[in-house]
C-alpha cells in the first residue's frame, strides 16, 4: 500500500520466516512428483523456492524496485479485521504460517525442480508489475 510519505507498506500479522514459491514453478514441481509415483506415492510433502521473513521480502522489493517498501507487522485480530472479503481467513492463515508448523522442502522442491526461483529471482523478473 502506498504511505503519505512516499514509501509503501506491507501490512500482515507474521512475526517469523515465511516459505515462498512463484506460481509457475510449482506445475514442475507436481510434474516431477506424478512422475516419480515409486517414491511420493501415500507421502504429503512440502515445497518451497525460499524462506525469508517479511522484513527481508520487503527489502528485496525495494532493491529490485528502487522504491522504499517497508513490513508493517499487525497483530492477527487487526489484520481480520481489515474491511476486505477474506481478512479473517488470511488473517489466520499467517497466524499458522509464523507458528511454523510446516513441513516445507527447499531441497527436495529444488530437486523435483532444478529452475525453481529465489524470491529474489522471481521479483527482479517481475519488478514491472510491482
Do not use: C
Amino acid at each position: 500500500q502506498p504511505q503519505p510519505d512516499g514509501t509503501y507498506a506491507i501490512t500482515l500479522p507474521m512475526n517469523g520466516p515465511m516459505y515462498t514459491i512463484a506460481v509457475d514453478d510449482g506445475g514442475p514441481v507436481v510434474a516431477s512428483v506424478f512422475s516419480n509415483p515409486g517414491e511420493f506415492l501415500g507421502k504429503k510433502i512440502g515445497i518451497a523456492g525460499d524462506r525469508k521473513t517479511v522484513d527481508e521480502y520487503a527489502a528485496i522489493i525495494s532493491k529490485v524496485t528502487g522504491k522504499t517498501v517497508k513490513y508493517n507487522q499487525v497483530p492477527v485480530e487487526v489484520f481480520a479485521s481489515f474491511p476486505f472479503p477474506g481478512a479473517d481467513d488470511l488473517a489466520y492463515m499467517f497466524d499458522f504460517f509464523a507458528r511454523g508448523n510446516h513441513n516445507q522442502d527447499q531441497a527436495l522442491t529444488k530437486r523435483l525442480n532444478p529452475n525453481v526461483l529465489s524470491f529474489e529471482e522471481w521479483a527482479g523478473r517481475n519488478k514491472d508489475k510491482f
